[in-house]
C-alpha cells in the first residue's frame, strides 16, 4: 500500500523526519514524501507555545490547500517560550492533518538555550541564526539544529523531530479510541 506525504517545508530535515516518523508508526505501508513552501502566518522565530502550535497547524492546512492530493499533511514549526525565571526554552510542535481532515498533534522534548543565544534571540535574530552566529556554524537549520550544536551531535535535529511526529499519529492511526476527541 503506497501513501503520499506532503511535508509543509522544503526543509530535509523536516522531510526526512516526517517519512522516518511515518515509517516507524506505519511500517508496513510504502510512503511518497514531497516537501512544498507555504507560509506559517506566524512569526519568522515564534516566542511562544501557542504561536509555534498555530504555526504548526497554519503549514499543514496551507499545505493541504495547496496540494490536496496526499493522505498526510504534515506542519511542523521551531519555537521559543520562557519558563518562570526568564530562562529560554526552544521546541517544535508537529501537526498531521489527515484525508478525513483529523488532527494529530506531537511535541518534541524541550531544552535551554545558552546565554548567548538567548541574547541573539531576544534581540530579534531567528534561532538558526544566532545557533550559526555562536555556534560558528552555517545553515544547521537544515543539518542538525541548535539541538544538535548543543548535544555534540548526540541529537540531530531529525531525530529530534521524528519522535513528536510519531506521538502527533497516535489519535490518526487510533480513531477508533479517540473518536469523540477528534
Wanted: glycine share 10%; hydrophobic share 40%.
Amino acid at each position: 500500500m503506497n501513501k503520499k506525504i506532503v511535508v509543509a517545508s522544503k526543509n530535509p530535515v523536516k522531510i526526512n523526519a516526517s517519512l522516518e516518523g511515518m515509517q516507524k508508526i506505519l511500517p508496513k505501508i510504502d510512503f511518497e514524501v514531497e516537501g512544498i513552501d507555504v507560509p506559517s502566518g506566524v512569526s519568522d522565530q515564534p516566542m511562544s507555545t501557542e504561536e509555534t502550535w498555530q504555526g504548526a497547524l497554519n503549514r499543514a492546512t496551507n499545505a493541504k490547500a495547496k496540494a490536496p492530493d496526499a493522505d498526510y499533511w504534515v506542519g511542523m514549526e521551531g519555537g521559543i517560550d520562557k519558563d518562570d525565571e526568564g530562562k529560554m526554552f526552544a521546541f517544535a510542535w508537529m501537526c498531521v492533518i489527515d484525508k478525513d481532515n483529523d488532527i494529530g498533534k506531537g511535541m518534541t522534548g524541550v531544552f535551554y538555550l545558552p546565554p548567548k543565544v538567548q541574547q541573539l534571540v531576544e534581540e530579534g535574530i531567528e534561532l538558526g541564526y544566532a545557533n550559526d552566529k555562536v555556534f560558528n556554524e552555517h545553515g544547521s537549520k537544515q543539518k542538525g539544529g541548535a539541538v544538535g550544536s548543543l548535544t555534540f551531535g548526540a541529537v540531530g535535529r531529525t531525530e529530534y523531530y521524528v519522535q513528536a511526529l510519531v506521538l502527533a499519529m497516535i489519535p490518526l492511526i487510533n480513531k477508533e479510541m479517540y473518536k469523540e476527541a477528534l
